[in-house]
């Protein structure tokens, strides 16, 4: 029996390289899309180099879309390539809606223009809800309310992957993901941010970590944890959008205080608002400053996931929670600094 063929566009990225490796466990051929840069950005992937296909194409580009799909004729899509970062979405909108969301609109439209027999799974987001009052916890009924252009985007690319899904019986779900960080994760996420810096600090590498809003509340889960769901649910019977979370939430100011603690230092506070600071209370110092500059011009404040669906529906649920997540991470930049 020939392996089933699978197609990951941002196979670099943090959840494609998780992905890639849950599917080749499985047997699949996985092919990776990868956007042509002067630079090399593989460094997540470089260990699968000789085990997955690797192609050129861009979300952009509609052309290198449809020849690759027609040329793969895979059994799943994944479309997990997208400019990700919520806070740089706002310096580039019409970059993020170009590729976040049309780009979207250009996989489902080949795969109906080809008429290949595929499934499609469509990475949604937390930040299609936008965290408005008394929406908590937030399932796939809770309305819709993005509070970014990213937010924005990627509910084009949901709704839009539901009507191909209604229009044309595409098999195609959308998995409403919420924040999900690893070692992986990339240096300007907030978590990645947090962790490294600890790391660095207990090494004397560096003296202050520079936050935006302390207080914003996030469902934070395990990468891994998570792409297993993706893959779940093009394994189910019928297509259907499923959210998927821990059902916990905690602060910014909790994720530091963890990520220190795993690092050695225990962290106390001092001040309000902008004026808070997080210090070490053995030495005193100044370890965590709040910079405005890091606010976004419309804040998330809380975010927390009903999973219920996915646990009843699918059979999942997270593996790792808050505190092992946080433990993971901190460990993994030690080590590397080690290294």
Known sequence: ??????????????????????????????????????????????????????????????????RLIEKIQPNEIYNLGAQSHVKISFDVPEYTAETDAVGTLRILDAIR????????????????????????????NTPFHPRSPYGAAKLYAHWITVNYRESYGLFACSGILFNHESPRRGENFVTRKITKSAARFVNNLQDKLLLGNLDAKRDWGYAPDYVEAMWLMLQANKPDDYVISTGETHTVREFCEKAFTEAGVKLGWKGKGIEEKGYDTK????????????????????????????????????KIRFAELVKIMVAADIDELKK
């Open 113 to 140: 223009e080809t008429g290949i027999r595929t499934k499609f799974y469509q990475a949604s987001t937390s930040e299609m809800f936008g965290g408005m009052p008394g929406t908590a916890p937030q399932n796939e």
């Open 283 to 318: 030495t005193n110092k100044i370890v965590v400053e709040v910079n405005p500059g890091y606010f976004r011009p419309a804040e998330v404040e809380y975010l927390l996931g009903d999973p219920s669906k996915a646990g009843k529906m699918l059979g999942w649920e997270p």
């Open 1 to 66: 029996m020939a392996s089933k063929r699978a197609l990951i566009t941002g196979i670099s990225g943090q959840d494609g390289s998780y992905l890639a490796e849950l599917l080749l466990s499985k047997g699949y051929e996985v092919n990776g899309t990868i956007r042509r840069s002067s630079s090399f950005n593989t460094s997540r992937i470089d260990h699968l180099f000789d085990k997955i296909k690797r192609h050129y194409s861009d979300l952009t580009d509609s052309s290198s879309l449809n």
